[in-house]
């Protein structure tokens, strides 16, 4: 389970669902490919971000190669993606295969295994909040942070068979640079993303067309009886303001030694505004502080 957990805090994966769009004949390359993720997570010239944040629930599998063994977990997640004033922040909270907790402010990661009574506590300030640090040029530091950037970090192509069985193009990224634990990463683009992305949007009309009148009250109207009309309902998590689906179904990240995680997000929610409490994590009285200096010692 150890190994479960540190596989995790290297390899942050991203996926969502989205709204459907109907299918269109367009010529969509790599580039088009490419610039939608990179366009959803880049801030623009008044520094707004399209996806600063977003919340959910994932499913994760890891699969240790030596061992010849899967392992698999879910649960909820929230993350605030990193900017030139604030480092990556996330929370993820595990439902199985047993019940933990993985939180970080950007300065300390608490690993909390509620079985045990046991919370692992580390400094990450030297990886995310150190002197001179940016989240574009320093993306390769943690893949998350670098989502707005990474035909600059990975040589990109499609991988083997370029689409998914639902017909979502299949992006392979090898490092330019060598990064710890991280050979290459599958990522896995949205179809309806990139349709969205490359469709011309309308503009909008320069006149309003005008409002007919609304017709004089009489008792001899014809309306529905009261609660016939089904309830409003939305088609948008909410506090999710955008126009178009989440781009990053699934991410797969392989290691050096062969090793790989999934990981997958459903009912995304994105700019939510997610409290700063939510990513720092309170102690509960009566847990044992470990350092990771202090695993492997005895006890």
């Given at each position: 389970?150890?190994?479960?957990?540190?596989?995790?805090?290297?390899?942050?994966?991203?996926?969502?669902?989205?709204?459907?769009?109907?299918?269109?004949?367009?010529?969509?390359?790599?580039?088009?490919?490419?610039?939608?993720?990179?366009?959803?997570f880049k801030a623009d010239s008044?520094?707004?971000?399209?996806?600063?944040?977003?919340?959910?629930?994932?499913?994760?599998?890891?699969?240790?190669?030596?061992?010849?063994?899967?392992?698999?977990?879910?649960?909820?997640?929230?993350?605030?993606?990193?900017?030139?004033?604030?480092?990556?922040?996330?929370?993820?909270?595990?439902?199985?295969?047993?019940?933990?907790?993985?939180?970080?402010?950007?300065?300390?990661?608490?690993?909390?295994?509620?079985?045990?009574?046991?919370?692992?506590?580390?400094?990450?300030?030297?990886?995310?909040?150190?002197?001179?640090?940016?989240?574009?040029?320093?993306?390769?530091?943690?893949?998350?942070?670098?989502?707005?950037?990474?035909?600059?970090?990975?040589?990109?192509?499609?991988?083997?068979?370029?689409?998914?069985?639902?017909?979502?193009?299949?992006?392979?990224?090898?490092?330019?640079?060598?990064?710890?634990?991280?050979?290459?990463?599958?990522?896995?683009?949205?179809?309806?993303?990139?349709?969205?992305?490359?469709?011309?949007?309308?503009?909008?009309?320069?006149?309003?067309?005008?409002?007919?009148?609304?017709?004089?009250?009489?008792?001899?109207?014809?309306?529905?009886?009261f609660g016939a009309q089904p309830?409003?309902?939305?088609?948008?998590?909410?506090?999710?303001?955008?126009?178009?689906?989440?781009?990053?179904?699934?991410?797969?990240?392989?290691?050096?030694?062969?090793?790989?995680?999934?990981?997958?997000?459903?009912?995304?929610?994105?700019?939510?505004?997610?409290?700063?409490?939510?990513?720092?994590?309170?102690?509960?009285?009566?847990?044992?502080?470990?350092?990771?200096?202090?695993?492997?010692?005895?006890?």
């Open positions: 389970m150890k190994r479960f957990v540190a596989l995790f805090t290297w390899f942050a994966l991203c996926f969502a669902g989205g709204p459907s769009f109907a299918a269109q004949q367009v010529n969509i390359g790599l580039k088009d490919v490419i610039a939608t993720v990179e366009k959803s008044g520094g707004n971000v399209p996806i600063s944040e977003f919340s959910g629930d994932f499913f994760q599998r890891t699969i240790l190669s030596k061992e010849r063994r899967e392992m698999r977990g879910d649960g909820q997640v929230a993350v605030r993606l990193a900017t030139a004033n604030s480092p990556l922040m996330y929370r993820f909270q595990y439902y199985r295969p047993y019940q933990q907790e993985i939180v970080s402010d950007g300065n300390s990661l608490w690993i909390y295994h509620p079985e045990n009574r046991e919370v692992i506590l580390s400094d990450v300030s030297f990886i995310y909040n150190r002197p001179g640090f940016n989240p574009d040029r320093d993306s390769a530091v943690n893949f998350l942070q670098g989502l707005g950037r990474i035909s600059k970090d990975f040589q990109i192509n499609y991988a083997s068979g370029q689409l998914d069985a639902a017909g979502n193009y299949v992006l392979e990224l090898n490092p330019r640079r060598s990064m710890l634990n991280t050979r290459r990463i599958l990522l896995v683009v949205s179809r309806d993303s990139v349709i969205a992305f490359i469709t011309p949007k309308a503009p909008p009309a320069a006149v309003p067309a005008p409002v007919p009148p609304r017709p004089a009250y009489s008792p001899t109207m014809n309306r529905p009886a309830p409003f309902t939305s088609t948008q998590p909410f506090g999710a303001p955008q126009a178009e689906p989440f781009p990053i179904l699934s991410t797969t990240v392989e290691d050096q030694d062969g090793n790989s995680t999934t990981m997958e997000f459903a009912n995304i929610s994105i700019n939510n505004r997610t409290s700063q409490s939510d990513f720092s994590f309170l102690i509960p009285p009566g847990v044992q502080v470990v350092k990771p200096s202090e695993l492997n010692q005895p006890r």
